[in-house]
């Protein structure tokens, strides 16, 4: 049904370990972003990427990692990670028109738990 | 920073009874968009508002932008139990494609 895909959608590691979470999104479009969706805050955007270049960082732990090796891919690298990063995290992708218009398509997401 | 806020944060309706989602911004809004999420699903985009005083009707669904452009509304007519879910609203930030989106109002239908 989306033409944004995640993987994997469920993920448990521990604080010291390292993986990665992966988006592909398969509609042209030139702008791709990761949001952070738990109980506190329902949807938080992380990070954005126009045409791959990262143009915003919404303060985001040095522990969350992510990059942009081109407009249809994007991964989001996790290192020693705390319990309170436990959420789901949301790929979505658009096209920005000149006027500003964009509609955002969201990928099922990755639940990850971090114990 | 810009803040979009939501109210209610929880409600409960029996089916057949009317439902209304209002959303606020701190700032003035370009256009402001809704989204609705199933449980267990996704955000899914529903509609797009860009006009001071824009209403837009999907079936059930009435979608209303203020005249300031800082608030807007979902009204749902006669709830079906496929209405159950969280419903957010956004509005572009700072940048265009920045979008803010709301704390959401989590519907649930009652059979």
């Known amino acids: 049904e989306t033409g944004v895909t995640q993987t994997p959608r469920h993920l448990v590691m521990g604080m010291t370990n390292k993986k990665s979470l992966k988006c592909e999104q398969h509609?042209?479009?030139?702008?791709m972003y990761w949001y952070k969706q738990s109980a506190k805050k329902p949807l938080e955007l992380m990070f954005v990427?126009?045409?791959?270049?990262?143009?915003e960082n919404n303060s985001v732990p040095s522990r969350f990692s992510p990059e942009c090796p081109n407009s249809s891919h994007l991964f989001l690298h996790l290192h020693t990670l705390q319990p309170e990063d436990s959420a789901l995290y949301l790929c979505?992708?658009?096209?920005?028109?000149?006027?500003?218009?964009?509609?955002?398509?969201f990928g099922q997401g990755t639940r990850l738990t971090v114990v | 920073g810009q803040q979009v806020m939501q109210i209610p944060q929880y409600q409960h309706v029996q089916e057949g009874e009317d439902f209304t989602t209002y959303c606020n911004s701190s700032?003035?809004?370009?256009?402001i968009q809704w989204y609705k999420q199933r449980p267990g699903g996704h955000p899914v985009f529903l509609i797009q508002?860009?006009?001071?005083?824009e209403v837009k009707k999907q079936k059930r669904l009435t979608f209303q932008f203020g005249e300031a452009k800082k608030n807007s509304s979902l009204h749902i007519t006669a709830t079906q139990t496929t209405d159950v879910g969280t419903y957010f609203c956004?509005?572009?930030?700072?940048?265009?494609?920045?979008?803010?989106f709301g704390t959401g109002t989590r519907l649930k239908v009652l059979a």
């Open positions: 979505a992708s658009s096209q920005i028109y000149p006027n500003g218009d964009t509609e955002a398509f």
């Open positions: 509609l042209g479009h030139n702008a």
């Open positions: 990427y126009n045409f791959k270049e990262q143009t």
């Open positions: 700032t003035t809004l370009s256009n």
């Open positions: 508002l860009v006009k001071s005083g």
């Open positions: 956004a509005g572009p930030g700072l940048g265009t494609y920045k979008y803010i």
